[in-house]
Each structure stands twice: as structure tokens, then as C-alpha cells.
């Protein structure tokens, strides 16, 4: 056996001289950072492209805050404006003309919201003329197209013949009495009684203070029947000390 045969490199096998120049080239690893994808750092002291992104992002959004919070506002200026325009007032009673159930300077709300002012109501009302410059608090008595009639001498009335059940009202020393100020075209006598009798007209109502003897109302000339356009309003609650009312 030839040993010499049995060492000979096999054939095509590669030998170290066989490595050209190219394939170490091409095995080379490339270590310098390419460009393409890299970001430069920004220059000391200069904000980011991504930082001004951000500060605009929450400036939006402060800005958006800011307008929602002043569109609710708003709203509620409104909402607030109209409640007290067109469905409650804050009123004050000024004098004694409805006691014992109200008392002179004492807070109250009315609500004209869907209101019809029918018999028994204490109504806030205004009135166009010298004599009064502050809204009026009286008691409707009748309503349009009803009669009213006083008995002034036993202290009873009645609306179209039927006795008005008059709980509240305050008659000083036990009687009526007739003032200078009321309307005389409806006083009469009969029967050695004194009467008020009145029929109330189309769109008015006819009203009195509970305080009976120290009220001005439609009994008087100076306050007379009250249109429906006048009123303010139906008394609803006292504020001080807290009371519904309410029959």
C-alpha cells in the first residue's frame, strides 16, 4: 500500500491558496453606521421636531377644556335666565295686606308656568299705575265672567251665589269695614246691610288681601280688577320660615 497515495489532499478540496482577495472582501463586515435611517441628534438647546408635537398637543387640548367649560357656562347663564324670566320668581311681600298667612318682607316664589289663576290662589301681580311701584300679593277671590258678592255687614261672601269658604281670612275687630278708597259704583245697601257686589270681566280676576280691613285690592279704586297679563305669577312657597303654599 502507498502511504503517500493515502495523505494526498482529496480532490477538490480547497486549499488555503485557493482563497482569493474578492471572497475576503465580500466576507468583510461592513462596520461603519450607515446614514440612511439614522437620526441625527438635535443641536444643545433646540427643541425636538417630536418635543413641539407634544407642547401643541397639549395646548389643544387645554384649549379644548377651556371651550367646553365656557360653553357650559354659557348654557348655564341661560338655563338660569330663563327659569327666572319665564317660570319662577323671587318676590318679597311688602306690607301687611295678606296677614296672618304672609308677613311684610317676607321671601317668596311664584311660578307662572302653565298657570291659569283660578279661585283660592295667592297670586304675585303688577300694576300700572302711581299708586303702587312694587309688585302686589292678594288672593283670587272670583275669575272672569264670575260674580262676586261681599256681605260687608255679617262678614260673608259669595261667588255666584255660593258662600266662599274664607279660612283665611283676618277681620279685624270682627267686622267689615268700608274704606274711602273703594269703588262705590259696587256698594249698595238692602236691608240695612251694606254690600260690595261686582261681576268680574272677560281676561281679569277679581282679588283680595286676606288682611281683610288693610288690604287695597279689587275692592278699591286704585287697584280694581286685575288683568291675566299683570300676573306674575302663583305664590308657590315661603322661604323663611319654609311653608308650601298650597291648599
Do not use: W
Amino acid at each position: 500500500m502507498d502511504n503517500n497515495r493515502d495523505m494526498r489532499p482529496d480532490e477538490g478540496a480547497e486549499t488555503p491558496e485557493d482563497v482569493t482577495l474578492s471572497d475576503i472582501g465580500d466576507c468583510q463586515t461592513d462596520t461603519e453606521p450607515s446614514s440612511q435611517g439614522d437620526v441625527e441628534p438635535s443641536a444643545e438647546g433646540e427643541p425636538s421636531a417630536g418635543s413641539e408635537t407634544s407642547d401643541k398637543n397639549k395646548l389643544l387640548k387645554v384649549a379644548s377644556a377651556l371651550y367646553d367649560y365656557a360653553e357650559i357656562l354659557a348654557l348655564s347663564i341661560i338655563a338660569v335666565i330663563f327659569i327666572f324670566s319665564f317660570c319662577i320668581r323671587l318676590c318679597r311681600v311688602d306690607g301687611s295686606s295678606m296677614k296672618n298667612t304672609l308677613q311684610n318682607d317676607e321671601p317668596i316664589i311664584a311660578t307662572n308656568l302653565f298657570y291659569s289663576p283660578k279661585q283660592g290662589d295667592i297670586i304675585v301681580f303688577h300694576l300700572s299705575n302711581d299708586y303702587f311701584t312694587k309688585p302686589l300679593v292678594k288672593r283670587v277671590i272670583a275669575t272672569e265672567g264670575q260674580t262676586v258678592e261681599i256681605n260687608m255687614t255679617d262678614n260673608v261672601i259669595t261667588v255666584d251665589g255660593e258662600v266662599y269658604t274664607d279660612e283665611h281670612a283676618y277681620i279685624s275687630d270682627g267686622k267689615y269695614i268700608v274704606r274711602l278708597e273703594f269703588n262705590k259704583e259696587y256698594i249698595f245697601q238692602e236691608n240695612g246691610k251694606t254690600y260690595f257686589r261686582a261681576t268680574v270681566p272677560d281676561g281679569k280676576v277679581f282679588v283680595l288681601g286676606d288682611n281683610r280691613n288693610g288690604s287695597s285690592d279689587s275692592r278699591s279704586e286704585k287697584v280694581g280688577f286685575i288683568d291675566a297679563d299683570c300676573i306674575l305669577g302663583r305664590a308657590v312657597l315661603r322661604l323663611s320660615p319654609f311653608t308650601v303654599l298650597t291648599d
